[in-house]
């Protein structure tokens, strides 16, 4: 008994020992930040300051004009990016009508015999329902090119609004077929219990669901049942648009989206409309669930998903979201009830997964885009890999920002040396071994090499380290966020995640890294998402604050499993400089691992400072070699798209742009 109170004891010693020195840490960046802040508060209240207002904003002005230009490359490169988004502008009514079939596909989508032809019940739940709201919608069902279709309606509408029901039963007359079944319910129960009133009228062996108040493109059932009899499907999605103004051409937004990813799902319920599933995935009779009302699509997305075998997308708009007042898509804020259940459904979802002591919350993109906190089981050793040449500076200030700005403990640091010349650097090596960081960081030789293989040299530091997880480093990042380790370390210890890796900033805070897409870019082989955007940038549907699955994430700032790392092999020693983070990536998802990327693991990259840039002279046409030898190796791969990056964006561009040149020259009179 006394030794396990002794053990108790220096545990618990160890613990206030640990939770003191987070604090001081805490404190000194609270007394710098605040001694900044009156500096600044200072020199904002000086009289001198507030005169010479009018004179600033002059000099912001010219300012912000010459950074655009030196961002496009020169004035005529402003010209461009203005000209491009007129015409994305244009872009976005090739999505609308014209994209509907014209007479002949029409003829032919009618006349298609599939081997299964099979029935999709949509499920569409009516209260108070407008009637043009009320006839588009019918009339969108009506109008589909693919016929084997069932409308359930159940109405909720109050006595003040008998004429929804006239209106159904119009159509219902209409229809020669009996495909629009009605029913008029005696209590409103709310869209959960009006739409599981739907599902018990519904006779099709799929389900879809329709809000009162949306629109349908003609061909989108054509294109599922292919997708149902070409891919198995069992679940299906598409892009979809919100609108106003009463006409599909008159577009808000369009919501482009990725293939299934489960942790970008569990973040943001991006799938959203329009879902049509296999109904025997309903493992209960309700398809919402009340308790989760407010949030009722997204909890039946994440159970539906749990059971699909055959999730496919369908990178065309073919949902047509309505904006009126009223409307959840003209709203800009989220109700407390409704940020709760999507909580709600999301925590149900992981429980089910086997997740414990997570947390959810809210992020700066919106209320129910969410950021989770997984539990981090135990305390594993992480090896910080960092490969160096030189740069004596560049390495000190990035070993100094991860002792000390991180809250993890247990680390060690593994410095990879390889053709060093200079005093600096071995002094500085020196002062590592011999001074206060002696227990942490180790120097470890790689030789002289008559050519740089960084693949090489990050396997040789992973040989020469004994963490259970590796962590690889460049010598030119700095620690932004304290808690990075734990960030990267909640996903690298999931037995379903691959490589993790954080967000990268230039120093001037503009992204770097945030993510990788496969295929873009000049060489099509892989590029970086939201590259050069600003730092406080939501991103494309808010993709920039949230984690989310990725094709493949940097090697500036990579985490996974040793175990993991060994069992593909480590970093394909083939390519020598270029592309084996990506390689990696790939490697591991072959074997069927996620590769996530998480903004909250946030550091400074000052690019390529320790072996200069890849598009010059000797070294554009080596990463020439390489991408040649990547793309052949990926090709099959390569060919099929990144998955995370739906194919209607650009692959010249990182910033999400419509790929003007696929839609077409038509809409937009040339390129």
């Keep these: 008994m006394a030794n396990e109170e002794k053990d108790y004891?220096?545990?618990?010693?160890?613990?206030?020992?640990?939770?003191?020195?987070?604090?001081?840490?805490?404190?000194?960046?609270?007394?710098?930040?605040?001694?900044?802040?009156?500096?600044?508060?200072?020199i904002k209240n000086n009289p001198i300051w507030k005169a010479s207002k009018p004179a600033r904003d002059v000099m912001h002005f010219v300012i912000r004009q010459k950074d655009r230009v030196a961002n496009q490359g020169s004035l005529a490169g402003v010209v461009r990016k203005i000209k491009y988004k007129q015409r994305e502008k244009k872009a976005k009514a090739f999505y609308g009508t014209v994209s509907f079939p014209d007479v002949a596909t029409r003829e032919q989508e009618e006349k298609t015999v599939f081997p299964k032809m099979v029935k999709i019940s949509i499920l569409t739940p009516l209260y108070n329902t407008p009637e043009k709201f009320l006839r588009d919608m019918i009339e969108s069902v009506i109008n589909q090119t693919y016929?084997?279709?069932?409308?359930?309606?159940?109405?909720?509408?109050?006595?003040?609004h008998g004429r929804v029901a006239e209106i159904v039963k119009e159509y219902q007359e209409k229809d020669k077929k009996g495909r629009i079944s009605y029913e008029k319910l005696k209590v409103n129960d709310g869209i959960s219990g009006n739409t599981n009133e739907c599902l018990k009228m519904a006779t099709g062996e799929y389900i879809g669901l329709l809000d009162h108040d949306d629109i349908l493109h003609p061909e989108v059932l054509f294109a599922y049942v292919k997708a149902i009899n070409e891919q198995n499907a069992d679940y299906l999605y598409c892009d979809e648009a919100t609108f106003h103004n009463d006409s599909v051409d008159n577009m808000i937004t369009m919501h482009f989206k990725p293939d299934y990813a489960v942790d970008t799902l569990r973040a943001n319920n991006y799938i959203c409309h329009f879902s049509v599933f296999l109904r025997d995935l309903l493992s209960e009779t309700e398809l919402f669930r009340k308790e989760f009302d407010g949030s009722q699509d997204h909890d039946m997305i994440l159970r539906l998903t749990d059971n699909a075998k055959n999730i496919v997308h369908i990178p065309r708009i073919l949902y047509y979201w309505r904006s009126h007042a009223g409307s959840v898509a003209s709203s800009i804020t989220a109700k407390d009830y409704a940020i709760e259940a999507a909580r709600g459904a999301v925590a149900d979802h992981l429980r089910r997964h086997g997740f414990e002591n997570f947390s959810i919350t809210s992020t700066r993109a919106f209320e129910t885009i969410f950021k989770i906190t997984y539990d981090i089981k135990n305390n594993p050793k992480i090896s910080i890999i960092i490969p160096n040449c030189d740069h004596e500076e560049d390495l000190r200030r990035c070993i100094n920002s991860i002792i000390e700005k991180s809250t993890y403990e247990n680390y060690e640091i593994v410095v990879v040396e390889n053709n060093s010349t200079s005093n600096a650097i071995r002094n500085y090596y020196k002062e590592l071994e011999q001074g206060e960081y002696k227990s942490i960081v180790k120097v470890v030789d790689f030789g002289k090499q008559k050519s740089f293989n960084y693949s090489q040299v990050v396997n040789f530091g992973v040989k020469n380290s004994s963490g259970e997880y590796v962590l690889l480093?460049?010598?030119?990042t700095s620690v932004i966020t304290v808690n990075w380790m734990e960030e990267l370390l909640m996903y690298a210890q999931r037995s379903d995640v691959g490589a993790v890796g954080g967000k990268l900033y230039f120093p001037n805070r503009k992204i770097q890294h945030a993510g990788i897409i496969l295929r873009l870019g000049a060489h099509r082989t892989a590029g970086h998402a939201h590259y050069g955007q600003a730092g406080q940038n939501l991103g494309y549907m808010g993709r920039l604050c949230y984690a989310q699955d990725m094709s493949a994430v940097t090697g500036a700032c990579l985490m996974v499993s040793r175990q993991k790392y060994d069992e593909v092999g480590g970093?394909?020693?083939?390519?020598?400089?270029?592309?084996?983070?990506?390689?990696?990536?790939?490697?591991l998802r072959e074997k069927k691992y996620l590769n996530v990327f998480t903004p909250f693991a946030e550091l400074y990259h000052y690019e390529s400072l320790s072996r200069g840039l890849d598009n010059e002279g000797e070294k554009a046409k080596r990463y020439a070699l390489e991408s040649d030898k990547f793309k052949t190796k990926w090709k099959d791969v390569l060919d099929k798209g990144d998955p995370y990056y739906n194919p209607n964006f650009s692959l010249d561009r990182s910033d999400f742009s419509i790929n003007l040149k696929g839609i077409g020259n038509t809409i937009l009179g040339g390129e």
């Design 473 to 476: 480093l460049n010598n030119d």
């Design 571 to 587: 970093f394909g020693e083939d390519f020598e400089i270029s592309l084996n983070d990506v390689d990696f990536c790939l490697k």
């Design 9 to 42: 004891k220096s545990a618990y010693e160890h613990e206030r020992l640990k939770s003191a020195a987070l604090a001081q840490k805490v404190a000194r960046l609270e007394d710098k930040n605040q001694e900044i802040q009156a500096k600044l508060d200072h």
């Design 147 to 160: 016929q084997n279709w069932q409308l359930c309606l159940a109405d909720g509408s109050d006595k003040d």
